[in-house]
């Protein structure tokens, strides 16, 4: 059974900066697209980012464009998200998943942008 453990969240001022981890098990990590979703108070969770399994294909959604990095450790099953200038918009619980996501998921790692 897959599992994702994110960690890295918290509470940052406006322009700040913040990097999530998500390590996975129980998957061939190395052969996944991995992707970084969230989900704001009362809106549908989106996707954010995802990175293809050797990294030839990277996507941003356009609100982090410029401002966010998604990156990924294959040998230590881990992906991550730099995540600078931040705002309040990006006031959300994050989390990753495989892209296609899996039905499972994991609890995720709050992020508050708030002065």
């Known amino acids: 059974q897959v599992q994702l453990v994110e960690s890295g969240g918290g509470l940052v001022q406006p322009g700040g900066s913040l990097r999530l981890s998500c390590a996975a098990s129980?998957?061939?990590?190395?052969?996944?697209?991995m992707a970084w979703y969230r989900q704001a108070p009362e809106k549908e969770r989106e996707l954010v980012a995802y990175?293809?399994?050797?990294?030839?294909?990277?996507y941003y959604v356009e609100s982090v464009k410029g401002r966010f990095t998604i990156s990924r450790d294959n040998a230590k099953k881990t992906v991550y998200l730099q995540m600078n200038s931040l705002s309040p918009e990006d006031t959300a619980v994050y989390y990753c998943?495989?892209?296609?996501?899996?039905?499972?998921w994991g609890q995720g790692t709050q992020v508050t942008v708030s002065s």
């Open positions: 998943n495989e892209r296609p996501a899996l039905s499972s």
């Open positions: 129980g998957t061939i990590f190395s052969l996944r697209t």
């Open positions: 990175i293809t399994n050797q990294r030839r294909t990277i």
